[in-house]
């Protein structure tokens, strides 16, 4: 679904730094194969340089390879292989083995048709910082691994389990999980749609459930099917708005629901 290629390209270098610490700190083989370095630009001391492959490029070489209009600050483009972490499901299995897909089942982030690479990066950046165990993409989602994305994930795409899969595969791991599944959306305003307020009182009495966290499309919220399986939750605000950006809502959502030590 996913898989355009065998690398992607990941630019700048606190991005390279944070791959490669993870990488130390979690034992995990690279995934970077290859460093493109700015003529004059030092080596990070973090990197090892016997497993990675170093290639010094002109500024020129660099901002024709970023593809963005100001390359002036970027130094490193690095290219990465997929990590083994991220599965792409196969829709027609029958029986599948989610208990390989995430380490930690205590939270999971599950993205609903978001297509936009920024906002999909951003969550999945915001899920690693609040300690959440994974991301779920259901059908319609973009490519987390869409060069965009990973700007925007600053490298938490390839430290975070992903899952790409469907409803039936989500159904399965809630089933042999016992799993909550909320979703987020706006408040129902008195429609006989039943909506709950993320309080404190809320997150507190799910402290000790795992959950899923079903986030929406920016353009058309919830698909029928999240409406209709998940308990839907809404962030109570002051102010006269609809709806807030989906990385900000669900910023609010993964610190809210972080699990608790």
Known sequence: MFLSGLCKSCYGMIFCREIYRYEEASQEKTVMDCLLLLDKAEIPEELDTHSVHIVRISSMVMKKLSGVQSAESIEAIALMRFPSSFLNLDVGQDKPDCQRWFPSTNRILVLDGIQDPGNLGTLVRSAMAFQWGGIFLLPGCCD??????????????????????????????????????????PDSDGKSMKVSSLSQEFVCSLAHDPLCLVLGSEGHGLSEKSQQECELVSIPMAGKFESLNVSVAGGIFLYMLQPKN
């Open 144 to 185: 987390p691994f869409n060069e965009k994305a990973l700007r925007a994930s600053r490298g938490a795409a390839f430290q975070l389990p992903i899952v790409s899969g469907s409803w039936y595969h989500l159904e399965t791991l809630k089933d042999t999980f016992n799993m909550k599944i909320l979703a987020g959306h």
